[in-house]
C-alpha cells in the first residue's frame, strides 16, 4: 500500500507511514486485553451498587428526613382539601417506596383529628 495523505489541511497532512503501527501480530491481542479489562472493571463498578428490583416496595431508611417529612404534610394538605377535613400532620411513622417511572410512597402518617391522635396510611 503506498502512504497517502487523507486530510486536505496542511496542518494535518503527515505521511500516513509514520503513524503506522507495527503489526508484529500482538495488536489484536493488546486489543482484546484492553476489552476485556475495560469490561472487568464495568462489571466491577455495576456489581459495587445495590440492585434495585423495579417495582418492589423498600422501607424508608429514615422517616425524618425532610423530603419524607414534606410529602407526608403533602399528603394530609390533600387529603384535607378533598375531603373537607381539619387533619393536622404530625409525623411519617413508617414508609416504603417503590420505583417505577417515578417512585411511589407507601406511609404510615400520625395527624391529629381535633383532639385525638391517629395513624393513617396514605399511597401517593
Keep these: 500500500m503506498q502512504p497517502t495523505t487523507s486530510v486536505s489541511s496542511p496542518l494535518f497532512q503527515k505521511n500516513l507511514s509514520e503513524w503506522k503501527i507495527d503489526d508484529d501480530g500482538m495488536g489484536q491481542y493488546r486489543l482484546f486485553l484492553l476489552l476485556a479489562a475495560a469490561l472487568l472493571l464495568l462489571n466491577g463498578v455495576s456489581a ?11 422501607p424508608i431508611e429514615n422517616v425524618s428526613d425532610l423530603q419524607v417529612h414534606e410529602i407526608g404534610k403533602f399528603t394530609v394538605t390533600k387529603h384535607n382539601k378533598k375531603a373537607t377535613a381539619s387533619l393536622k400532620f404530625q409525623s411519617v411513622v413508617s414508609g416504603e417506596t417503590q420505583v417505577v417511572t417515578s417512585t411511589n410512597y407507601r406511609m404510615v402518617i400520625a395527624a391529629a383529628d381535633g383532639g385525638a391522635s391517629s395513624k393513617y396510611e396514605a399511597v401517593v
Design 48 to 58: 459495587s451498587r445495590p440492585a434495585v428490583l423495579v417495582g418492589a416496595w423498600r
